[in-house]
């Protein structure tokens, strides 16, 4: 299983950008998808997430500013950033979590996207 993250690139404060997450691969379902970022000298820290009955969690810090979305039918998240934050500057990765035909869950992550927010 393959994610490939794209979308990310320089913005300044208070624009907007559009991450997407495509999985690709011998994929039976999957279970949850999320986004992760990783500030230099930070630890990864979720991001918001998104499980298989719709459910969604975000980090206090971008709630009200980020939403996601998966089309399942293309095995597709998206994170749709309104109000940019220098403090949002950060590698994004996406996660997804999979489950293989014999009911096993696995978890992949993307390479990871830039996202620089600044003037």
């Known amino acids: 299983v393959q994610l490939q993250a794209s979308g990310g690139g320089l913005v300044q404060p208070g624009g907007s950008l559009r991450l997407s997450c495509a999985a690709s691969g011998r994929i039976f379902s999957i279970n949850a998808m999320g986004w992760y970022r990783q500030a230099p000298g930070k630890q990864r820290e979720l991001v918001a997430f998104s499980n298989s009955g719709g459910s969604t969690t975000y980090a206090d810090s971008v709630k009200g500013r980020f939403t996601i979305s998966r089309d399942n039918a293309k095995n597709t998240a998206y994170l749709q950033m309104n109000s940019l934050k220098p403090e949002d500057t950060a590698v994004y990765y996406c996660?997804?979590?999979?489950?293989?035909?014999?009911?096993?869950?696995?978890?992949?992550w993307g390479q990871g996207t830039q996202v620089t927010v600044s003037s």
């Open positions: 996660n997804a979590i999979v489950r293989s035909g014999s009911g096993i869950l696995t978890s992949y």
